[in-house]
């Protein structure tokens, strides 16, 4: 059974930082680009970054310089670094593998975790 599990959020402060992992089961991780995608409560699901297949990286503007994403083939593992976390980080994260290149658009993701609970709080 194909499958992608999150795992690694929690509850951190503002200016802290956790460590997202994307581990697949069923399928070869590195064949994929591998996007994370989050939620808000009453928002849309929005891209945050992706790594493709050859290594290279993607941010959406309100992470850049704070989180990065990598891959650890032999692991069959993504992870997302996040640093300098802020009040809105607050999200439900999703892992999803895509058998194209990174794109932001949820629809061209073929498998998806069920995702990861972050919340920035004082």
């Known amino acids: 059974q194909l499958q992608l599990v999150e795992s690694g959020g929690g509850m951190v402060h503002p200016g802290g930082s956790l460590r997202l992992s994307c581990v697949a089961s069923?399928?070869?991780?590195?064949?994929?680009?591998i996007g994370w995608f989050r939620q808000a409560p009453g928002k849309e699901r929005e891209g945050v970054s992706c790594i493709n297949s050859d290594g290279n990286t993607y941010y959406a503007d309100s992470v850049k310089g704070r989180f990065t994403i990598s891959r650890d083939n032999a692991k069959n593992t993504v992870y997302l670094q996040m640093n300098s976390l802020k009040f809105e980080d607050t999200a439900v994260y999703y892992c999803?593998?895509?058998?194209?290149?990174?794109?932001?658009?949820?629809?061209?993701?073929?498998?998806w975790g069920q995702g990861t609970q972050v919340t920035v709080s004082s």
């Open positions: 999803a593998a895509n058998a194209e290149l990174c794109v932001f658009v949820r629809n061209r993701y073929d498998y």
């Open positions: 069923g399928f070869t991780l590195d064949d994929y680009a």
